[in-house]
């Protein structure tokens, strides 16, 4: 077994450019857990992007996330309008979130 003695090092934030000290306790931590990579945020930047993160609705891309488009539809089962995240095709059925599950317990056969 190898031990590894930790210090206590400054590291810069990747979003605001202020520094932050990552604690030997928490470089264990990050070792024991299997990360690699230091940390590039301090827990208050950490939280503040998560809660970003959870606010906004949509998709995610390799640039974050993003609002998705929603594109006006009629139900084809009853009939309601609705609001499906792809443009609808003339001749594809297309179904309300609430008439979906319905769908899923029908057997095919």
Do not use: H, W
Not at 35 to 54: A, D, I, L, V
């Amino acid at each position: 077994m190898l031990f590894v003695a930790y210090k206590d090092k400054t590291i810069e934030r990747v979003d605001c450019g202020a520094s932050f000290a990552f604690s030997a306790e928490e470089q264990e931590f990050f070792a024991n857990k299997g990360f690699t990579n230091e940390p590039k945020r301090c827990s208050s930047c950490r939280q503040t992007r998560k809660g970003q993160r959870r606010s906004s609705q949509g998709v995610f891309s390799g640039y974050g996330y993003q609002r998705r488009e929603m594109f006006a539809a009629v139900c084809t089962s009853c009939g309601k309008n609705t609001q499906v995240p792809f443009e609808p095709i003339e001749g594809r059925p297309v179904y309300a979130a609430n008439v979906t599950p319905k769908l899923r317990a029908k057997p095919t056969f």
